[in-house]
């Protein structure tokens, strides 16, 4: 077995593992990041939630319980954490904008609107004043994107479609880092004569520079221009967890990708090292300190039994609220379902509690009390937490 050393190792390729690594490395500590697969964040929006059930994000954290884990943040790490994210995206070239005072709004592919917080500078333009006038572009054959659902409940809005010559979101995105695909789309768009303020698009505008693409859409016809989110394969996903990524690589942090840890060495209070599933050698990796972000159910962290949910790299204590007939509404849509409580209950230094390791800390969507679907503060709580993890872990090392 090869076996490799660190200061910290983070387990778990999420948003919140990476903000957990990219703040160590920041402060000069060597670090490596385990990743079973990629995150769920290549599912999302790309936009960062932080508190989406409310208008001003900050007012309805306050309200929350001490135990949540944004309350353990408090509202300062949460907008340092923030403000660390806008920082790292700038230096990706994936610039974002928001502020965490207030959100957004967002269209979204059926014509609805979704409040959100911080968002890629090419949906910067999405939260319309009233009575602006709207022209939507749509591609042939795109699919899970709906203009006549946009138009019917939008006020003052067109759509016209283009043929890329694929349908998928996917491969139109690809199109159009090209840049002879991006000028025949542009001198189409010209011959339109659009007369109205905006133009949206689906979001796939490029994989690699998107808000250069849209600028110069913007320039050509002289009309602000933003993207529509679409469902998954998300492009704007993708493109956050790459940009990430870049960083992750560009700072030095040492990526173990696509290895699950299968096992864990502890020698009384103290993790020591965590063993890699390869499918050449195991590999060994040590460190002094260790920080949990496997996720929730879907990427694997938590797992739900008949009766229990288990942690499923140390078997950490896992707080369930109640029986397992309370943790679900029969009511899909009614509100928040008891199992979003579930998790990892942790200390104010984000140690896991009723555990006694010492140099293990925990941050994502893994932590209890979360409720991440009901308050709508996914990637939000992710960069929080992330950040106020590796801070802790940083004084333990230090
Ligand atoms: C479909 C969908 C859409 C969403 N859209 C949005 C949105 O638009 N905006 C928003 O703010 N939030 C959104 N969310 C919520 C948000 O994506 C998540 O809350 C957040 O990204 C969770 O990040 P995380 O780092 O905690 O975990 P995850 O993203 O789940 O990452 C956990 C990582 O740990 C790895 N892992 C698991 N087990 C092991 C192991 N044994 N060894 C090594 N690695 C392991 C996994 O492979 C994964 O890469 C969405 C969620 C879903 C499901």
Redesign the pocket.
């Known amino acids: 077995m090869s076996a490799y050393g660190y200061d910290a190792v983070v ?8 903000m957990a690594s990219l703040t160590l490395a920041s402060g000069g500590f060597k670090t490596a990041l ?8 290549c ?7 932080v508190f989406s059930h409310s208008d001003e994000p900050l007012s309805g954290i306050r309200a929350l319980l001490p135990d949540h884990p944004y309350s353990l943040v408090g509202e300062k790490g949460i907008k340092d954490a923030l403000s660390f994210f806008l920082e790292i995206m700038a230096e990706a070239g994936l610039p974002y904008e928001g502020d965490p005072g207030r959100n957004r709004k967002i269209l979204t592919p059926i014509g609805s609107t979704k409040n ?1 917080c911080l968002v890629p500078r090419t949906m910067a333009h999405a939260d319309m004043p009233p009575g602006e006038y709207l022209h939507v572009i749509s591609f042939q054959g795109i699919k899970d994107f709906f203009p006549s659902y946009i138009t019917s409940r939008q006020r003052n809005s067109t759509y016209s479609v283009y043929d890329a010559g694929v349908p998928t979101t996917l491969g139109i995105a690809a199109r159009f880092d090209d840049a002879s695909f991006l000028d025949a789309f542009i001198t189409w768009l010209r011959g339109l004569e659009i007369p109205h303020d905006r133009v949206a698009l689906p979001a796939v505008l490029g994989t690699i520079d998107p808000a250069s693409v849209m600028e110069k859409i913007s320039r050509a016809i002289g009309r602000k221009v933003f993207e529509i ?1 679409t469902l ?1 394969p998300s492009v704007p ?1 993708l493109r956050l967890f790459r940009a990430l990524k870049r960083v992750l690589q560009s700072r030095g942090v040492h990526l173990y990708w696509g ?4 096992s864990v060495e502890c020698q009384g209070r103290t993790v020591e090292a965590v063993t890699l599933a390869t499918t050449g050698r195991a590999k060994r990796v040590q460190g002094k300190a260790f920080v949990l ?4 159910f ?4 938590l797992f739900a039994g008949r009766d229990s949910v288990r942690e ?2 140390f078997d950490l204590p896992v707080a369930v609220p109640g029986e397992r007939k309370d943790w679900f509404n029969t009511d899909f849509f009614s509100g928040a379902h008891g199992i979003e409580r579930a998790g990892v209950r942790v200390d104010g230094s984000f140690r896991p509690v009723e555990t006694d390791l010492d140099n293990l800390f925990a ?4 932590l209890a009390e979360c409720e ?1 679907m009901s308050l ?7 960069v929080a937490t ?1 950040v106020a993890a590796a801070k802790s872990c940083a004084q333990g090392l230090s």
């Open positions: 387990i778990g390729g999420g948003v919140s593992g990476i385990v990743s079973r697969g990629d995150p769920v964040c599912l999302s929006t790309g936009c960062i939630d959100t989110p998954p996903g290895k699950g840890v299968t972000a496997t996720g929730s879907v990427s694997g962290g499923t790299v941050c994502g969507s893994i991440i709508q503060c996914g990637h939000g709580l992710a992330g």
